[in-house]
């Protein structure tokens, strides 16, 4: 906290020196929310809003010609006087519907070539429910996969791999509260309903320097504020699941809500069939609800509170067995923000966020009880400032804060018990709960290093630190630590820097290099990410896993920005990287960090993105070759090994055509690599049964996965002024039925020709064509010709 | 019951519900690993036993070594092909801690009167249930064995070097008759579950109690069992705690004094179905067999990561090693020793 104070008076100091300055800041809304993201430009300057719309900038007394811009509404144009005071102007942009100056799509046009940032995706989720999904369920993060250097974990898998990091390498954010588990029926959805999110932005390449705790990626997304203007009714009607949303203003202007839910219910229509049989009582389904108010006292405070709360149920019963299942898992966040204005250039927001993942497993069979828990449950506080001043007429933009996170996890908490004839008996269990705080400083800036904005840099610095408190026994001294008593502390220093050089108004080079170290882990046996996989903690044996990433790239649009070329190169390390030995055998009596091996890995690629951003036909086309290395003393002999992670060819192409206003037509084609598998060397024979010897990991792969899903949507009234609307999404996913892999595994088969036993490769596939349907509506209080 | 491989399990039933049906599944051409020579395969077996086996009319086994070669992945094998596998003419040798040295003789199936192919099929333990599994009829096979024809006892403590001479190979390996602890009662229940449904049935689940000392923190017990119901073989059994394998750590059993549920070994044929609702269960009047053995580390080891490996593969789990105990350069393989107990009678109705 003394930090804090330090570096504000520093920077009040900093803002006296350059008294001849003046700033505009304020806030940018649209259609009752703020916009994250929105362009201020000045000439060859500006800056973009941060995450609650606000926006400042500081420069040197005069008058300017300001644009404001943000996608799909329309372009303001302000002529603003600088001369002597400060300006707040909070600015409302229109939709942008019969209006002269429209920004049809991309926050800025040229924002991808101007900006400092590079490997950032911004999802546009304005078009997902256009686009064809699997079962018709809108899913933002696998829309993310049909970006450059971002694939899928498996078939049908919201689960992603970016940049060849690991599923648990990416930090998912919903409200700045970490989600640990993304994904419901075993990743195949992801817990995000697209109803209720603002904006999801990815950085896979040099994160900046306020987020950390992650080695590969941010997933950052913002859910909606709720509308500020008018009450709104959102949902939408599929085979597997509905969704409502029931936003508005509780005061307007000042105080506004969102509640959202999803359920499904495929199982709930399949029980009448179960009843009586084996399966009676079996049920699974998942919900998500998500909700947020927020308050605004003033123009200089407000108050956010936000939550969500998603559960995936599934019990099984066989009735004529002692068999009975359950399992619940699940994430809850909650977020409460308090923004304050402290002057035109200093902008401050604290954040008191909890988030906690659990799975339970309760089950019965064979006369065993057992439950298992496992799950990750943080307290998380946060301090941002944002702070812009402008030496020698350079705009600054300053981010500076503190993060403190206290950790607990339950990696693998089991609990065993023989059911007698009048008690249950305890067996065995495993315990093991840990503790431990992460604490982190920031400071980034951007800035133009010449007048002409040719030359911008944005610089930060990351300083964290990591320490693991008792109860605990060390399993590397054999000590055991009392509550309280730190075991172990761990610390690193994360360098973030990128630059930016402008060749022509179109085109622009990008490079930059990040460090980053990650203190909590996901350790994982599968090829896909599963409820079951457990987050570990480091530990003396655990080290934090370290890493560093290096890109260049070159981003020119062209046809007055139409159309959007990218070219993408970068090289990363992973050290630390955590995985289950070779001889791993699941055994709940076993210590679990005896079963981990240790090693390191890297990756490198290069991308090419074609986005076409304006009229009928949008889209993008993505091609990524690149390539994921493992390197373990204990696996594969110690030689370097392709990771589950790598995919030499990875090719998408996203488009979405509006033939008029009543028909949309989407198309998704996806090709990537198969799947590294490691094969059979031979097959030998003891006790009467065939067992298997493995070649060298990952040395092979299965055929390339291909896919290609189409949608038309209707929408039987369009461009009318009713307050309700509806629109009909017609997909169908794997269109020509390419059976794609999920998983593999070997079995002995007597072929039916020779009459002789072989070791064949099985594989399993889950999608073939899927067709589906989904109706989607939307009701609002004014007409939409009342709000102009 | 293995918990995770059962959540496994149900998560999988309940995805494939989910999906309708949906899955498919098919075969696909795995890549040939090219130069890949085979390897030589030790199964050696050796038993020392707790009590006298004769006493419930089993058959006691001498020490024998099956020898025989790996097969390179995409060669089909049937009766005839087996048959080639079988590594011919070694010298075989056991020594015991006591220096004892027991040379092990090859015998060969086809070259036995039929009485003593009976003895040969009966000290090995081969069952026709489990060949069938994969394609072979071993008696139409000349199956070889190196066996200790002095049939000699074993003591319960010792430890055995073998050592192998075949094809200018020379493998070796150590292994040890660790301390019993037997099973102290059997009794048997009604499987628990839907009252409504087991009423008036016959099926019946065994319950064991062991006598097994909580200071070593069982950490370092391993058991490994067989059951036979009237005539039928002995097969290995299937521990639910352990996924069904038939080898386990003591820590399973609690602290030994409580009654643990003991699933009875079945075929791992096409009928092998851990989620029937008769897994497992004994009927009344059944009369049963169970071989309780005591294993080393390394012993559990081997059969732990097979046992494994063949019921932990796909969308959940990655492939496990075997974890050998033999050694030298072109040869894998067990030389287990077990100290064995055996437990008998009839299921009671009560």
Redesign the interface.
């Known amino acids: 906290m003394h930090l804090s104070t330090l570096s504000f008076f520093l920077l009040l100091g900093i803002h006296s020196l350059f008294a001849q300055s003046t700033t505009l800041s304020g806030t940018i809304e649209g259609d009752g929310e703020t916009l994250i993201g929105a362009s201020i430009r000045i000439g060859n300057t500006g800056t973009t809003t941060n995450t609650y719309g606000r926006y400042s900038i500081t420069l040197p007394a005069d008058t300017y010609r300001v644009e404001y811009s943000y996608i799909g509404f329309s372009v303001k144009d302000t002529l603003i006087d600088l001369r002597e005071d400060d300006v707040v102007l909070n600015v409302t942009l229109s939709t942008g519907v019969a209006l002269e100056t429209v920004v049809v799509s991309g926050e800025r046009a040229d924002r991808n070539v101007r900006s400092a940032e590079m490997g950032v995706v911004p999802l546009p989720l304005d078009k997902l429910k256009e686009l064809p999904a699997l079962l018709g369920e809108p899913d933002p993060l696998k829309l993310a996969q049909y970006s450059p250097g971002i694939s899928s974990a ?1 078939d049908g898998s919201s689960g992603l791999f970016v940049r060849g990091g690991g599923a648990d390498q990416n930090l998912v954010l919903l409200d700045e509260a970490v989600v640990y588990n993304s994904g419901h ?2 990743g ?1 959805f992801s817990v995000f309903n697209p109803d209720a999110l603002k904006k999801t932005t990815i950085y896979k390449g040099a994160m900046p320097a306020n987020y950390g705790g992650r080695l590969s990626s941010v997933i950052d997304i913002q859910m909606k504020d709720g509308n500020s203007k008018d009450w709104r009714v959102e949902g939408g009607v599929g085979i597997v699941s509905s969704r409502l949303t029931v936003e508005g203003p509780l005061v307007e202007d000042k105080t506004s809500f969102i509640l959202s839910g999803r359920r499904t219910y ?2 709930d229509l ?1 029980r009448p069939f179960l009843n009586g049989s ?1 399966f009676d009582g ?1 049920n ?1 389904y998942f919900y998500d609800l998500n909700a947020k108010v927020n308050h605004k006292f003033s123009d200089k405070d407000r108050l956010y509170l936000s939550g969500y709360f998603g559960r995936d149920l ?1 019990n ?1 019963a ?6 009975n ?1 359950g ?1 619940n898992y699940g994430n809850l966040t909650g977020t409460a923000r308090w923004n304050h204005v402290i002057n035109s250039q200093l902008f401050m927001n604290a954040s008191l966020i909890y988030n906690n993942y659990d799975y339970t ?1 309760e ?6 009880d ?1 439950n ?1 828990v496992s799950g990750v449950a943080d307290w998380n506080g946060k301090l941002d400032f944002d702070y812009s001043f402008t030496p020698r007429e350079r705009p600054h933009n300053v981010k500076f804060g503190l993060n403190f996170i206290r950790h607990r996890l339950s990696p693998n908490v ?1 609990d ?1 018990q ?4 009048e008690e249950e ?4 269990g495993r315990s093991g709960i840990r503790y431990a705080n992460e604490y982190a400083l920031y400071v980034l800036d951007r800035f133009d290093l010449d007048r002409n904005g040719l030359f911008s840099v944005d610089i930060g610095l990351r300083a964290t630190a990591y320490q693991l408190f008792g109860p605990y026994t060390s399993l590397v001294t054999e000590t055991d630590f009392k509550e309280g008593q730190i075991v172990k502390t761990y610390a690193g220093l994360e360098p973030r820097i990128l630059a930016r050089y402008v060749l022509t108004e179109e085109s622009s080079f990008k490079t930059g290099i990040a460090f980053t170290n990650q203190y909590v882990h996901m350790v994982t ?4 990410s ?3 996989d457990i987050w570990v903690p480091s530990t003396d044996l655990v080290e934090p896993q370290r890493g560093w990433q290096a890109s260049l790239g070159y981003f020119r649009n062209l046809d007055r920005n139409k159309y959007e070329i990218s070219v993408e190169g970068y090289f990363r390390t992973f050290n630390n990287q955590i995985d ?1 030995g ?8 076993d210590e679990l960090e005896e079963q981990f091996v240790f090693g390191q890995g890297l990756a490198y690629g290069l991308e090419l993105y074609l986005r076409k951003r304006e009229g009928p036909l949008t889209g993008w086309i993505s091609y990524t070759a690149s390539r994921t290395e493992r390197l373990f003393p204990d696996i594969n002999n110690g030689r370097p090994y392709p990771a589950v992670q790598d995919r030499p060819h990875d090719f998408s192409a996203l488009m979405s055509y509006e033939l008029n206003p009543r028909w949309q037509f989407g198309a998704i084609f996806v090709y990537t690599s198969g799947l590294p ?19 060298r990991r990952n ?2 792969r ?2 390339p996965y291909h896919r290609l899903d189409v949608s038309a949507t209707l929408k039987p009234h369009p461009n009318t002024e009713r307050r309700f609307s509806s629109s009909w999404t017609f997909a169908v996913y794997n269109i020509y039925d390419n ?1 794609n ?6 079995d ?1 088969q ?2 039916p020709i ?15 064509v ?1 067709p589906s349907v989904t109706w989607n509506f939307k009701w609002r209080q004014k007409s939409a010709k009342n709000e102009r | ?8 399990k ?2 999988v ?3 494939l ?3 309708l049906s ?10 040939i ?1 090219p130069g ?1 020579r ?2 030589i ?1 030790v ?1 050696g077996h050796l038993e020392a036993y707790s009590t006298n086996p004769s006493d419930l009319g089993v058959q006691p086994r001498p020490a024998y070594v ?1 020898l ?11 009766a005839d ?2 048959e080639e ?1 079988f590594v011919r003419d070694a010298v075989v040798n056991i020594t015991t801690s006591r220096n004892r040295s027991i040379p092990l003789s090859e015998l060969c199936l086809n070259s036995l009167p039929p009485s003593e192919r009976e003895f040969l099929i009966n000290a090995t ?3 026709s249930a ?2 069938a ?4 009829d ?1 008696r139409k096979t000349d199956f070889c064995v190196y066996i200790d024809l002095s049939a000699g006892s074993f003591e319960i403590g010792d430890t055995f070097q073998l050592n192998i001479q075949a094809d200018d190979i020379e493998l070796t390996a150590t292994t040890t008759t660790p301390i019993f602890y037997p099973i102290e009662n059997i009794d048997f ?1 009604v ?4 009252t409504s ?1 087991f009423s008036g049935t016959t099926l019946r ?1 065994m ?1 064991i109690q062991t006598a097994k000392p909580d200071s070593l923190n069982n950490q370092d017990i391993y058991f490994r069992y067989f059951t036979q119901r009237n005539d039928e073989p002995l097969y ?1 059994g299937n521990a ?4 069904f394998r038939s080898v386990f ?1 003591g ?4 602290s030994g004094t ?4 003991l ?1 009875r070994g079945e075929a ?1 044929d096409s009928t092998f179905n851990p ?1 029937g ?1 008769n897994f ?1 269960n004994f009927r009344v009047n059944d009369r049963y067999l169970v071989k309780w053995m005591n294993i080393d580390e390394a012993h559990y ?1 081997y059969w ?3 046992e ?3 019921l ?12 050998f105990n033999i050694e030298g350069e072109g040869g ?3 030389f287990g020793a077990y100290t064995v107990g055996f437990y008998g009678g009839r299921v009671p109705k009560e």
């Open positions: 498996s029926i075993l195949f495929a199982y399949a084996d079996t699974y599934l099984f066989s009735r004529f067995r002692d068999a299942f399992i497993f089950g019965r069979e064979f006369g065993i057992a298992i089991s065993f023989s059911v007698g004839e008996i305890n067996l065995f046996n599968s090829a896909s599963l409820p079951l289950y070779e001889t791993y055998v699941n055994d709940p009596t598998i490691t094969p059979i060397q031979s097959a030998f024979i003891t006790e009467q049964s065939v067992n298997l010897l493995f070649g040395s092979a299965i055929r059976r892999p999920l998983f593999f595994y070997y002995t007597e072929n020779t009459g002789k036993t072989e070791v064949v490769g099985k594989q399993v596939s889950f999608f073939p899927i | 019951m293995n918990a995770n491989l059962l959540i496994y149900y998560l039933v309940i995805a519900l989910l999906m949906w899955s498919c599944e098919e075969n696909f051409d795995v890549p690993i890949n085979p390897v395969v199964e099956i025989t070669k790996s097969v390179p992945f995409g060669q089909a094998f049937d092909d087996f596998l333990g081969l069952n489990d060949f599994q994969i394609g072979i071993f229940r499987p628990p579950g839907d449904f689940q319950l290995k639910p705690l352990a996924g750590g820590k399973v059993l609690g409580e009654s643990v549920a699933l791992r989620g609702n497992g080891n732990n990561s097979t494994f490996n063949a932990n593969q796909g969308f959940f789990s990655s492939y496990t090693l075997p974890q894998i393989g067990i």
